[in-house]
C-alpha cells in the first residue's frame, strides 16, 4: 500500500530558530500533499495544500510567511516553521494523495512529527 | 465550506459489545466519507471509507453507514477488543475542494 514518511519524528528547538519538517511518499508520486496541525486532544486541521511545482494554498488564519512550504518533487514536501516559539509546539502531520491509483480521493498520511519549541 | 460534527467524544464499551460512532456533514456536494483509527502519537490510519453512491459498507468487524437525505454517516464496530481503543475521526471530502474535513474525534476505549 501507500506509505508516507515524516522526517524528524520528533524534535526540540529553541525559540526563534526555524524547523524543517520532511514529507516524502515512498512507493508512489502524489501531485497533492496536504499538511495538518494538531494539539494535544484535538483533531486535525488542515493547514495547507501543496501541489507539486506551484505554490501552496494556505488555509484562512495560517500565516504563509511563518510556515514555508515547499513542494519540488512528486515524492518529497517539506514545512519550515520559520522563527518558532512556544505556541508553534505541536503535532504536525503531512498526508499525500496518489492520483494513479483509482482511489482519487484517498489520504494516505504519515506518523507526524512532534515539535516542542522551547 | 464543510463542517463535519461528531458524537460521542468519549465512549467507553466492555470487551465483546459494539461501538457506534455518528457524524454529521453540512455540504450536500460532499461525496467521500473516510474514518481514521489513530493511536496515541502516531498519524491517522484509514480504517474504512464509503463514497455517496453507496449506502453501507461492511470490513470485518467494522461497517460504515451512509445517509445522504439526512447528510449523515456512521462507524459500527462489533465484538470490540481492547486493541481498538484508540481515537477515531470521521472525514468529508467534496469533489470541488482538494481538502478534507475532520471530526473532532471519538476517543474510544474498550474495557477487557
Known amino acids: 500500500g501507500a506509505v508516507v514518511s515524516q522526517h524528524p519524528s520528533r524534535v526540540i528547538c529553541k525559540s526563534g530558530t526555524s524547523v524543517k519538517i520532511e514529507c516524502r511518499s515512498l512507493d508512489f508520486q502524489a501531485t497533492t500533499m496536504f499538511w495538518y496541525r494538531q494539539f494535544p486532544k484535538q483533531s486535525l486541521m488542515l493547514m495547507a495544500t501543496?501541489?507539486?511545482?506551484?505554490?501552496?494554498?494556505?488555509e484562512q488564519g495560517v500565516e504563509k510567511d511563518k510556515f514555508l512550504i515547499n513542494h519540488a518533487s512528486l515524492t518529497l514536501s517539506t514545512l519550515t516553521v520559520t522563527s518558532a516559539h512556544p505556541e508553534d509546539s505541536s503535532f504536525y502531520i503531512c498526508?499525500?494523495?496518489?492520483?494513479?491509483?483509482?482511489?482519487?480521493?484517498?489520504?494516505?498520511f504519515g506518523p507526524g512529527t512532534r515539535l516542542t519549541v522551547t | 465550506g464543510e463542517n463535519v460534527e461528531q458524537h460521542p467524544s468519549t465512549l467507553s464499551v466492555q470487551e465483546g459489545d459494539s461501538a457506534v460512532i455518528k457524524c454529521t456533514y453540512s455540504?450536500?456536494?460532499?461525496?467521500?466519507f473516510p474514518w481514521y483509527k489513530q493511536e496515541l502519537g502516531k498519524g491517522p490510519q484509514l480504517i474504512i471509507d464509503i463514497r455517496s453512491n453507496v449506502g453501507e459498507k461492511k470490513d470485518q468487524r467494522i461497517a460504515v453507514t451512509l445517509n445522504k437525505t439526512a447528510k449523515h454517516f456512521s462507524l459500527h464496530i462489533t465484538e470490540t477488543q481492547p486493541e481498538d481503543s484508540a481515537v477515531y475521526f470521521c472525514a468529508a471530502s467534496s469533489p470541488f475542494n482538494d481538502d478534507m474535513r475532520f471530526g473532532a474525534g471519538t476517543r474510544l476505549t474498550v474495557k477487557p
Open positions: 501543496s501541489n507539486e511545482g506551484s505554490k501552496a494554498t494556505y
Open positions: 455540504d450536500s456536494a460532499s461525496n467521500y
Open positions: 498526508s499525500a494523495r496518489d492520483p494513479t491509483s483509482g482511489r482519487i480521493y484517498e489520504q494516505y
